[in-house]
């Protein structure tokens, strides 16, 4: 079974400061995806980011990236330059490679953005 | 691009009322998801289709939880009789079925069952 870890219930930071939110996974396979799910008030989930585990290189979209450790089955995901639209519920999520698409999910961490 | 289309948005009725949520993939994914979240348990996979066909249903709770997905652009989530514990956001995604491909999601039905 496969199963994402958020171990940060609720994370702070300041307009124009970084922040980084965890994410720990557990998987015995070596092919899969990893996923950087937002969640404003509004409820619509969005993409942040995506990984491939068997690329070396972090992601970057933007402001956002990730801090991906393999062997650690670590998943972090730091914002630059935090904005207030950035205030949300983030999600981490797994997905195995082969042909079952089926994402897991993380508990979630709710960030608040001071002005 | 009109996205994952989910209705109604907002649905409340009473206990062992049957309750119908719709759900329209986005043209083109051949991959359909319905996930509920809950403050308790978070968001969890019901079942998930593809190419029509129902791959794993692990997730539905119990019997009175029916999915179905007649055609690719339309899926029912059918909960009867419904209970106070289905109130939750009903959520619907999609996919192009290519595995690195990203969820699509719709914003969701939120259920209240008093």
């Known amino acids: 079974a496969q199963t994402v870890t958020q171990s940060q219930p609720e994370m702070s930071v300041q307009e124009a400061e970084t922040v980084t939110l965890s994410c720990t996974y557990d998987?015995?396979?070596?092919?899969?995806?990893l996923f950087w799910y937002k969640q404003p008030p509004s409820r619509q989930m969005i993409l942040v980011i995506r990984q491939e585990a068997y690329k070396q290189q972090n992601a970057t979209e933007n402001r956002f990236s990730v801090n991906f450790q393999k062997a650690a089955k670590s998943f972090s995901l730091k914002i630059s330059d935090s904005q207030l639209g950035d205030a949300a519920m983030y999600f981490c999520a797994l997905r195995f490679g082969g042909s079952n698409y089926k994402l897991t999910f993380g508990k979630g961490t709710l960030l608040t953005v001071n002005p | 691009d009109a996205g994952v289309i989910q209705s109604p948005r907002h649905e409340v009725t009473e206990m062992g009322q049957e309750v119908t949520l719709r759900c329209k993939p986005i043209s083109g994914h051949n991959s359909l998801f319905w996930y509920r979240q809950t403050m308790m348990r978070g968001l969890e996979l019901l079942i998930y289709?593809?190419?029509?066909?129902?791959?794993?249903d692990s997730g539905m709770p119990e019997d009175r939880f029916s999915a179905k997905m007649p055609n690719a652009s339309f899926s029912t989530l059918k909960i009867q009789p419904s209970e106070p514990r289905d109130s939750a956001v009903y959520f619907c995604?999609?996919?192009?079925?290519?595995?690195?491909?990203?969820?699509?999601f719709g914003n969701g039905t939120r259920l209240t069952v008093t």
């Open positions: 289709f593809n190419n029509n066909v129902p791959i794993d």
């Open positions: 995604a999609s996919s192009p079925g290519r595995v690195n491909s990203p969820l699509h």
């Open positions: 998987t015995s396979e070596s092919d899969y995806y």
